[in-house]
């Protein structure tokens, strides 16, 4: 073998030191273009292949360097050695600066306070966990930051997850078959956070709790109920609750999030004429039921106030506070009938067929109905471009009651 080949062999080694690990990076983090390809089944096994590729191109490279590198010339010798530089320099990169569970944390210590103690501005918006009589917020510019939080409630291991790049919180049972799993946050494919199960090794949509690649394809985690709001409403129906306190360590990572749960995307961009208007980071409400499912528009019930409609058999009412922080998906049959609600200027909430009064948590505190209770239905609020893609059968209500399918948009 020549010189001449055997220098190759030595550029093949630092392709293999390169390439694998920069398509991966690009793959599962949000790099334009990189998030719209159906291509997570590629970036799974890549992963599981990246560090082969790496030592057998590192060896080629090594064995170079050892038998013939003194006989290169001074021009070939820089090339070579800018060449590894360069690997340092993309390493980095893709397995430090771009590594989405070195970016994204989760805290060194989940440490919790009661509303006394609490140090967390009772403005901010939480997801909020009850089981077993305990109750705990999480806020969402931590957990946001964190993206997962693997913790109890009321001696029930949880996994709350929250997603920025989709605005999507979800809480899951992390049991699988009777087994507590460790999960590590993966990547993202579609803008959703990817997470991966210690055991297996499978690969789990957060948005959906869904397994898409791995051992496990096809399961779904246990999702649990759980309550979007902010805290200050949280604590008027949970006053004895725990909230989760900031992790001083990430105080500039939480800094980064400042606003995150005030304002939509829309309102910030000024090319953007019609603020109604319909965009992929434009805010819906999500609702799943009897298998069917449908979107809000965020700032059309905003304007309205309240919504009452329905979905497959159920008779819902949605709404979303003056405040634009608050929403709620109530079910609005009582005693085997569905009632219409209104709300006056001064937000008193009553129905039409009797005249009695609710509150948001969908008792009724006056009235002909009073101690009756509305069942509250799960919904999320969510990216308009996340629900879409992670529900494509959906409707959508975009506001003067009318219910478009994704088909007519």
Same mark, same amino acid.
């Given at each position: 073998?020549?010189?001449?080949?055997?220098?190759?062999?030595?550029?093949?080694?630092?392709?293999?030191?390169?390439?694998? @690990?920069?398509?991966?990076?690009?793959?599962?983090?949000?790099?334009?273009?990189?998030?719209?390809?159906?291509?997570?089944?590629?970036?799974?096994?890549?992963?599981?292949?990246?560090?082969?590729?790496?030592?057998?191109? !590192?060896?080629?490279?090594?064995?170079?360097?050892?038998?013939?590198?003194?006989?290169?010339?001074?021009?070939?010798?820089?090339?070579?050695?800018?060449?590894?530089?360069?690997?340092?320099?993309?390493?980095?990169?893709?397995?430090?600066?771009?590594?989405?569970?070195?970016?994204?944390?989760?805290?060194?210590?989940?440490?919790?306070?009661?509303?006394?103690?609490?140090?967390?501005?009772? @403005?901010?918006?939480?997801?909020?966990?009850?089981?077993?009589?305990?109750?705990?917020?999480?806020?969402?510019?931590?957990?946001?930051?964190?993206?997962?939080?693997?913790?109890?409630?009321?001696?029930?291991?949880?996994?709350?997850?929250?997603?920025?790049?989709?605005?999507?919180?979800?809480?899951?049972?992390?049991?699988?078959?009777?087994?507590?799993?460790?999960?590590?946050?993966?990547?993202?494919?579609?803008?959703?956070?990817?997470?991966?199960?210690?055991?297996?090794?499978?690969?789990?949509?957060?948005?959906?709790?869904?397994?898409?690649? @791995?051992?496990?394809? !096809?399961?779904?985690?246990?999702?649990?109920?759980?309550?979007?709001?902010?805290?200050?409403?949280?604590?008027?129906?949970?006053?004895?609750?725990?909230?989760?306190?900031?992790?001083?360590?990430?105080?500039? /990572?939480? #800094?980064?999030?400042?606003?995150?749960?005030?304002?939509?995307?829309?309102?910030?961009?000024?090319?953007?004429?019609?603020?109604?208007?319909?965009?992929?980071?434009?805010?819906?409400?999500?609702?799943?039921?009897?298998?069917?499912?449908?979107?809000?528009?965020?700032?059309?019930?905003?304007?309205?106030?309240?919504?009452?409609?329905?979905?497959?058999?159920?008779?819902?009412?949605?709404?979303?506070?003056?405040?634009?922080?608050?929403?709620?998906?109530?079910?609005?049959?009582? /005693?085997?009938?569905?009632?219409?609600?209104?709300?006056?200027?001064? /937000?008193?909430?009553?129905?039409?067929?009797?005249?009695?009064?609710?509150?948001?948590? @969908?008792?009724?505190?006056?009235? =002909?109905? =009073?101690?009756?209770?509305?069942?509250?239905?799960?919904?999320?609020?969510?990216?308009?471009?996340?629900?879409?893609?992670?529900?494509? #059968?959906?409707?959508?209500?975009?506001?003067?009651?009318?219910?478009?399918?994704?088909?007519?948009?």
């Amino acid at each position: 073998m020549t010189i001449k080949n055997k220098s190759r062999l030595f550029w093949i080694g630092i392709l293999m030191l390169l390439i694998p @690990g920069l398509v991966h990076a690009y793959l599962l983090m949000p790099f334009p273009g990189s998030q719209d390809l159906e291509a997570i089944t590629v970036s799974y096994y890549l992963e599981k292949i990246v560090l082969p590729l790496r030592i057998f191109g !590192g060896g080629l490279v090594l064995w170079y360097l050892i038998v013939f590198f003194s006989k290169d010339t001074r021009w070939q010798m820089m090339r070579k050695v800018v060449a590894l530089l360069v690997c340092v320099v993309i390493y980095c990169i893709t397995d430090v600066q771009y590594k989405a569970e070195k970016m994204f944390e989760e805290p060194h210590a989940v440490v919790f306070a009661n509303a006394l103690q609490n140090k967390v501005p009772q @403005g901010y918006v939480i997801l909020g966990v009850v089981h077993n009589g305990v109750a705990k917020a999480y806020p969402l510019v931590y957990l946001g930051y964190h993206h997962k939080v693997q913790d109890n409630v009321g001696n029930e291991p949880v996994l709350v997850t929250y997603c920025t790049m989709c605005r999507t919180g979800r809480v899951y049972s992390p049991l699988i078959n009777g087994k507590r799993e460790n999960f590590r946050l993966v990547g993202a494919r579609h803008y959703n956070a990817v997470i991966e199960d210690e055991s297996t090794g499978s690969w789990w949509y957060q948005a959906t709790g869904k397994a898409a690649v @791995g051992k496990l394809k !096809g399961s779904s985690l246990q999702e649990l109920n759980y309550e979007q709001t902010t805290l200050e409403a949280w604590l008027q129906r949970h006053p004895e609750s725990l909230i989760m306190q900031p992790d001083n360590f990430f105080a500039k /990572d939480y #800094a980064d999030l400042k606003n995150y749960d005030r304002r939509q995307p829309v309102d910030k961009d000024s090319l953007l004429k019609n603020k109604d208007s319909l965009v992929r980071k434009s805010w819906v409400i999500g609702v799943i039921t009897n298998g069917k499912e449908k979107a809000y528009d965020w700032r059309a019930l905003h304007k309205q106030g309240i919504l009452n409609d329905s979905l497959g058999k159920a008779s819902l009412l949605i709404s979303v506070e003056r405040d634009s922080l608050n929403f709620h998906v109530l079910n609005r049959v009582v /005693d085997n009938k569905p009632l219409h609600f209104s709300l006056s200027s001064a /937000d008193v909430l009553t129905d039409t067929e009797t005249g009695s009064v609710w509150n948001w948590d @969908g008792l009724c505190t006056g009235g =002909k109905l =009073k101690g009756k209770q509305l069942t509250v239905v799960q919904a999320y609020q969510e990216y308009w471009h996340s629900w879409h893609h992670f529900h494509p #059968a959906t409707t959508l209500w975009h506001g003067n009651n009318v219910a478009l399918h994704l088909a007519k948009l």
